[in-house]
T-cell receptor, first 114, second 116 residues
């Protein structure tokens, strides 16, 4: 079955360490996205990529970095510069960049930084 | 700027009763509108979408939503709620940025509790 795989499901890190969250899709979608979810705040866009080797900052990109070297993969690195990294991170993809192209979501990674 | 408001943080409904979740949006042009559902610790699943045409759209799991342009609303309804419907529901609007990128703007969600 096609879908989006995020790993790991739970991740624990010490403050000051960088950490990379994995996101892989086999839907042959062009566009991929990273969202951050905090209680009571809905989903906020961190980064998005419309095609391979191209990505753009979303609304809350500070302290994060991404790469898009392959169509299937869009890893997110949470750097030590991110002031409040503990959150639930969701990766998504869509067929293309148009807003009428529904998002397909992975099951998320819960990151806890202490 | 585009925005989505879901005025109810929590709603409790008895099993078998009807449900309506409210969503209001702010967007200058004709919007693309979506409802997603999220079970605890999971990703979001698309329930239904509105692009154009018939203002009453049907989705999965027996849900429907009605687009009302005059009220800038896209409320989600279900005639008879099942215990398995307990989850968090997100309304979203597709919005075009100055760069040409079209992104989804999400509301803050409504948590549905179903009582026996």
């Amino acid at each position: 079955d096609g879908g989006i795989t995020q790993s790991p499901k739970y991740l624990f890190r010490k403050e000051g360490q960088n950490v990379t969250l994995s996101c892989e899709q086999n839907l042959n979608h062009d566009a991929m996205y990273w969202y951050r979810q905090d209680p009571g705040q809905g989903l906020r866009l961190i980064y998005y990529s419309q095609i391979v080797n191209d990505f753009q900052k979303g609304d809350i990109a500070e302290g994060y970095s991404v790469s898009r070297e392959k169509k299937e993969s869009f890893p997110l690195t949470v750097t030590s510069a991110q002031k409040n990294p503990t959150a639930f991170y969701l990766c998504a993809s869509s067929l293309n960049r148009d807003s009428n192209s529904p998002l397909h979501f992975g099951n998320g990674t819960r990151l806890t930084v202490t | 700027a585009q925005s989505v408001t879901q005025p109810d943080i929590h709603i409790t409904v008895s099993e078998g009763a009807s449900l309506e979740l409210r969503c209001n949006y702010s967007y200058g042009a004709t919007p693309y509108l979506f409802w997603y559902v999220q079970s605890p610790g999971q990703g979001l699943q698309l329930l239904l979408k509105y692009f154009s045409g018939d203002t009453l759209v049907q989705g999965i799991k027996g849900f429907e939503a009605e687009f009302k342009r005059s009220q800038s609303s896209f409320n989600l309804r279900k005639p008879s709620v099942h215990w398995s419907d307990a989850a968090e529901y997100f309304c979203a609007v597709g919005a075009k940025e100055n760069t040409g990128f079209q992104k989804l703007v999400f509301g803050t969600g409504t948590r549905l509790l179903v009582s026996p």
